[in-house]
């Protein structure tokens, strides 16, 4: 039964007004709310009053009682009707636990884009878990979800790349090796920094490839793009994330051009100074260059051609972008542009934007080598897992060492990206996010392994119903049943941070529950084992939806 569901209906019919209840932020105050204060003024009465009148009127058989606090009416579950109906749902519906039916409509999420022939760095980390979690989001609330990567696999980047290679290193043998594709890109910046004749040397290899026509460079180009795509594919598995679409710049490079030329014709855009522009000014969004003066083009261009390639291809209701906060003003300008061209899908075109992350010494850079590599940062986190594990097991083998140390190292990092809101930027302390205690990664896996412990210790399987409820107890089942409702709210508000809040306030009120309600040997063992089953359950569903595996041991 949903309880909350089932009260709405009481006071909706009483009042003929759809009914919003809310969570009082303490027992006391009851299970449920109902706030009479928009009601009252329909009626043009004193909330307070209204409050008092309508909460006579309503009764059911799984209500202990109704009271009034000043325009609030506080409904409160008999605890062990509440304790029983909340365990028997999660431990029949299990891994469905907490899906919904908001709709059946297919969202396309874009995300990640690491673009070959550079690194891939923390900062994609935090799109590429974003994007992964909003996507088991929707799907757990009823969307159809299409997960989709565009990556930049040629442009100037790759030409720069391309030129210091051919320049500097044409005699060392290709690398699958991530730091060394990076350190050339790195490089190549440096040397064409303040070096007009080497920028005019790297336009003409990105004129080439636009071209198609140099065989050997060509054949060098593939080469090496898929050197960056190996190594990309091997993260993404370590990260819980996959795609079922991958698109490239080099596809939607032709399609670009010729949308640009079109937009040209029928007025839409504009020359100047022999580059084809959208003069979005009068909007407040500037100017947006679609094709450079040589004829070549630019990211815009390529949008433009990829939104048309997703709503056609692939029939879908809504795009959702998930793209670094620096990007932020060519979105606009991209749905802008749609819009005058007279897309009909504009509206349906959405940027979540993905704020920087910084360390204590600040930000970084591709440009600059100032950057963190996920391959490195990776290490230093498995580090300190290692540590913290063989404190606890010193005598763990290897292999299983690598296994837990690992599943740890990238709980850390997904949780420290996903707790904090996605406007907002971090600041990330590899310390600090890898303890075990407070809100972090691993905080959450020590308590769900503490869980599995304890029923791993007892025997005792059978449901008892319970003689009485402990306030402790009813708090841990309160929160188990606010799952569906905080996926509910992440899917409507497309935040993964709301799942990351509800599953640290899980685990804090699993460890409440433990210090004041013994579970082995205790007259209430049957009932309570049941009750930690139903939280390792809940547990590991919110964690799925952050991306995040489970160990049931330490």
């Keep these: 039964m949903d309880f909350q569901e089932e009260i709405s209906k009481l006071i909706t019919k009483e009042t003929k007004q759809p009914a919003t209840l809310e969570v009082p932020p303490d027992d006391k105050l009851g299970d449920y709310a109902y706030p009479c204060f928009d009601l009252a003024q329909q009626q043009k009465k004193s909330p307070v009053l209204l409050a008092q009148e309508l909460s006579k009127k309503i009764k059911a058989d799984f209500l202990e009682k109704i009271d009034t606090k000043g325009p609030y009416i506080n409904f409160f579950i008999k605890p062990i009707l509440l304790a029983t109906t909340t365990i028997k749902t999660i431990l029949k519906e299990k891994e469905d636990y907490g899906k919904q039916n908001l709709g059946k409509e297919t969202v396309m999420i874009e995300y990640s884009q690491a673009n070959t022939h550079k690194a891939f760095h923390i900062g994609h980390v935090r799109g590429t878990s974003m994007g992964e979690s909003l996507a088991r989001i929707l799907e757990y609330a009823g969307k159809k979800v299409l997960r989709a990567n565009y990556q930049g696999d040629t442009g100037m980047h790759v030409a720069k790349w391309l030129w ?7 005699n060392e043998p290709l690398k699958k090796d991530e730091q060394w594709i990076a350190n050339i890109y790195v490089e190549a910046v440096q040397k064409l920094e303040n070096n007009p004749e080497a920028e005019e040397k790297a336009a003409a290899i990105n004129k080439k490839l636009d071209e198609g026509t140099d065989k050997k460079l060509i054949d060098l180009w593939k080469n090496t793009r898929k050197l960056s795509l190996d190594a990309f594919e091997t993260i993404y598995r370590e990260l819980n994330t996959r795609f079922d679409y991958y698109f490239f710049e080099s596809q939607v490079e032709q399609p670009g051009k010729y949308i640009s ?3 040209l014709e029928k007025g839409i855009a504009e020359q100047s100074e022999d580059a084809i522009i959208m003069n979005l000014e009068k909007y407040n969004l500037g100017v947006w260059v679609l094709l ?6 630019l990211y815009s261009a390529k949008d ?16 959702i972008h998930i793209v670094g906060k620096a990007q932020e003003l060519h979105f606009y300008q991209l749905f802008k542009t749609l819009e005058l061209m007279g897309f009909p899908q ?11 992350i910084r360390f204590p010494w600040g930000k970084m850079s591709s440009r600059t080598g100032d950057n963190i590599l996920y391959s490195n940062f990776k290490k230093e986190l498995l580090e300190l897992a290692k540590k913290a594990i063989t404190e606890r097991n010193p005598h763990l083998p290897e292999q299983e060492l690598e296994k837990r140390a690992l599943t740890i190292a990238i709980a850390c990092l997904k949780y420290a990206m996903l707790k904090q809101d996605q406007n907002k930027g971090i600041i990330f302390n590899k310390e600090e996010a890898m303890k075990f205690e407070g809100e972090t990664g691993p905080y959450l896996l020590y308590s769900y392994a503490r869980a599995h412990s304890i029923i791993n210790k007892s025997t005792k399987k059978k449901y008892q119903e319970p003689a009485i409820i402990h306030d402790k107890e009813k708090q841990l089942i309160k929160h188990l049943a606010q799952l569906p ?8 508000e497309t935040e ?9 306030q899980l685990a804090q009120h699993f460890n409440e529950f433990y210090h004041h309600c013994p579970v082995i040997g205790s007259e209430e063992e049957a009932y309570r084992l049941q009750l930690v089953q139903a939280y390792i359950i809940t547990l590991e569903n919110a964690l799925y939806l952050l991306g995040i595996d489970t160990l049931q041991e330490m």
């Design 485 to 492: 409702e905080a996926i509910q709210q992440a899917a409507n």
């Design 304 to 319: 433009l051609a990829l939104a048309q390639q997703k709503f056609q291809a692939y029939d879908v209701d809504q795009s």
């Design 292 to 297: 450079r003066k040589d004829g070549t083009a």
């Design 164 to 170: 210091c290679y051919l320049t500097y290193h044409n």
């Design 346 to 356: 504009a509206k349906k075109c959405h940027y979540i934007p993905v704020n920087e």
């Design 496 to 504: 993964p941070a709301i799942i990351a809040h509800y599953a640290y």
């Design 261 to 263: 030329q079109q937009l």
